[in-house]
């Protein structure tokens, strides 16, 4: 059995809060995690989104892989596939799943502030179902797209998906934390965009919602040309209506596909 009492602060690794640590040492959330997610409506329509732009076989990296919903389908269409975690249990799934089907799922252990891979090792790069809101601190989150970035091929392909701020607009509890983010953005607080809950049983779990703004300029820091944005509608999980008519505001969140120039 894991202990998951996480290390002092001084000793997480960059990018995980107490609460993200015993996130990816809880062996549970692995084993439950495509019946926790069967039917999500996201999750069909992102699988949708992806298949039907990167269609040619190349390697493929899958940023926070998760259980491998996305690294499975890729090798079975082809795909040479790297399936990145912070959780040993996660990979240790996608591993089981992957000889099960008689594929191959390269898995590394690694955090995605860090990562080992030479420069230019990928022709695509997936970090979908928010895997860069969950990584702790503006700083961190930049740093994760720039890595992204580097370890891309020069005209390699990138999808990202993240969630709006604005999303709470919907409902009163999430009016009353949007009011409670601009007295923090007028004092300069750092944690402006993180919303804090328990997820999955874990206690203190934040995620980071974007705004429009917010999150383009971190993608066009790191690099990143922004070839396509879905915007996502928030309950039904499909683009919105007129897209381009204020989605910063309308959608529940975005699938941004990106490049890197030079190919």
């Not at 899958?62 to 090798?75: K, Q, V, W």
């Not at 007129?242 to 699938?255: F, K, N």
Request: charged fraction near 25%; proline fraction near 5%; aromatic fraction near 10%.
């Amino acid at each position: 059995m894991n202990d998951l009492t996480p290390p002092p602060a001084w000793r997480l690794p960059e990018g995980v809060n107490p609460s993200l640590w015993q996130y990816a040492h809880t062996a549970r959330l692995a084993s439950e995690e495509d019946a926790y997610f069967d039917g999500h409506p996201l999750f069909r329509f992102d699988a949708e989104a992806l298949a039907a732009r990167f269609q040619t076989p190349g390697r493929l990296v899958d940023l926070g892989c998760g259980a491998g919903r996305h690294s499975i389908e890729f090798a079975r269409r082809g795909f040479p596939v790297v399936g990145v975690d912070l959780s040993a249990a996660m990979l240790e799934t996608v591993g089981s799943k992957a000889a099960k089907h008689g594929l191959e799922v390269e898995c590394v252990r690694a955090n995605l502030c860090r990562l080992g891979f030479a420069d230019g090792s990928f022709d695509y790069a997936l970090s979908m179902f928010s895997t860069l809101g969950m990584i702790r601190g503006a700083s961190a989150r930049r740093r994760a797209l720039a890595e992204a970035y580097r370890i891309l091929k020069p005209g390699g392909r990138m999808a990202l998906h993240a969630h709006n701020a604005w999303l709470n607009l919907r409902d009163p509890q999430g009016r009353f934390w949007l009011m409670g983010q601009g007295l923090k953005r007028l004092v300069g607080r750092p944690d402006v965009g993180d919303r804090r809950m328990t997820y999955r049983g874990i206690a203190g779990m934040e995620v980071h919602l974007f705004t429009w703004r917010e999150l383009s300029r971190d993608i066009r820091a790191a690099g990143f040309r922004i070839d396509e944005v879905v915007p996502i509608d928030a309950v039904r999980a499909r683009p919105i209506a007129i897209p381009w008519l204020g989605h910063g505001l309308r959608a529940g969140g975005w699938i941004v596909f990106l490049g890197r120039e030079g190919g």
